[in-house]
């Protein structure tokens, strides 16, 4: 599997971004598709998962501003998020699950004050 993720870039506080994660290869179900994000000097963290079964879940940090789907093909995962703050400027990367873990190459959210 090989992930290809967009739609980073910079936001003022209180804006919207779209983050696009496209997996392709051998793609099977059940699978996991997400986002984590690690900000400088910090540990990656987890931020939310949408599974090929349609059940999604978010860190307390991002619930009720983020929303996680996926495409109805299950090879896209979106990630709208909204109400932006200072604190979510991180590299976000993205992720597939079945078996073992593939992470993308990162896409860069900065969220001006």
């Known amino acids: 599997v090989q992930l290809q993720a967009s739609g980073g870039g910079l936001v003022q506080a209180g804006g919207s971004l779209r983050l696009s994660c496209v997996a392709s290869g051998s793609i099977f179900s059940p699978n996991d598709m997400g986002w984590y994000r690690q900000a400088p000097g910090k540990q990656r963290e987890w931020v939310a998962t949408?599974?090929?079964?349609?059940?999604?879940s978010y860190s307390d940090s991002v619930k009720g501003r983020f929303t996680i789907s996926r495409d109805n093909a299950k090879t896209t995962v979106y990630l709208q998020m909204n109400s932006l703050k200072p604190e979510d400027t991180s590299i976000y990367y993205c992720?597939?699950?079945?078996?073992?873990?593939?992470w993308g190459p990162g896409t860069l959210v900065t969220v001006s004050s």
């Open positions: 992720y597939f699950f079945r078996d073992r873990t593939t």
């Open positions: 949408s599974s090929s079964g349609s059940s999604t």
